[in-house]
């Protein structure tokens, strides 16, 4: 029979059952054996004599399927690399999280490797209506994210109510004075709140397809419907803030730290501009 012995061990089973039958000593015996008093002591009371599974016996998630959502969500919309995404979900999401982690992360849900955008996508927005969980937002439900494709520049909106005019005037106000690009075309999730915004704004829009949508069923459910504590614990987050205040601290980091590095320091229109030669 093959015997699997830990990379440490002092002993033999054979050894072992010797120490147990023993009528010598605790020193004698470590004397006799060249062993430690501790390694005669802890095999005298084992009821065995054989090493016991070094595998944890509570293994501790490193990340909570909210901030594994939240991860694979980045990813896809920002089309940032590995490096990228681990300084962005550090200084947002679990400022604890390694390498190693975030690789398990993207292998478990099957998240392809990354294709960098062309340049025709300059311009096309995808956006994304979310409801938030009352626990989150009781003001403002609904959640606008608008992530130009090419750049990966995201801006955040917060919506009071779909069924008011004055939203749709607000965010047509936004879209021209706040965004540092100009938008050219938009992919919408089927909405007709969003769609009425599009047209008013008299953009070219197409429905999310396969590439744009984004779907993710977590191997635990995702509850968001909590406080944003539970599951955010980067570097940059402090707790004291309400959820627009975190929303604009997180845009802007982004955009700034991150997004600027990739733009070699410009807004996404400079660095077209330059990238045409015009």
Request: aromatic share 8%; hydrophobic share 40%.
């Amino acid at each position: 029979m093959e015997i699997k012995l830990h990379s440490n061990a002092a002993t033999t089973p054979k050894i072992r059952k010797y120490i147990k039958n023993s009528d010598k000593s605790d020193t004698e015996l470590a004397y006799e054996l060249s062993i430690s008093i501790d390694t005669v002591k802890k095999w005298r009371a084992r009821e065995d004599i054989y090493d016991k599974s070094h595998r944890p016996k509570v293994i501790h998630r490193r990340l909570t399927p909210e901030q594994e959502w939240l991860i694979i969500y980045l990813r896809h919309r920002l089309c940032l690399s590995l490096d990228e995404l681990l300084e962005v979900a550090q200084l947002l999401i679990n400022k604890a999280l390694s390498r190693a982690v975030l690789n398990r992360c993207l292998k478990k849900y099957q998240v392809p490797r990354m294709n960098k955008p062309a340049l025709s996508q300059s311009g096309a927005v995808v956006v994304d209506m979310i409801k938030l969980p009352n626990g989150l937002a009781q003001k403002s439900p609904y959640l606008l994210v608008l992530t130009e494709q090419y750049s990966g520049f995201i801006s955040f909106a917060l919506v009071q109510s779909l069924e008011d005019s004055t939203a749709i005037s607000g965010l047509n106000e936004f879209a021209k004075h706040a965004l540092p690009y100009q938008i050219q075309s938009m992919i919408l999730p089927e909405q007709a709140f969003v769609i009425q915004w599009a047209e008013s704004m008299g953009i070219a829009w197409t429905a999310h397809n396969a590439s744009t949508r984004f779907e993710l069923t977590t191997e635990q459910p995702v509850n968001f419907d909590q406080g944003y504590e539970h599951f955010l614990d980067g570097e940059q987050f402090d707790q004291r803030l309400g959820l627009p205040s975190v929303l604009l601290c997180y845009e802007d980091l982004l955009n700034k730290r991150v997004m600027r590095n990739r733009l070699k320091n410009l807004t996404p229109s400079g660095y077209w501009k330059n990238k045409m030669g015009s």
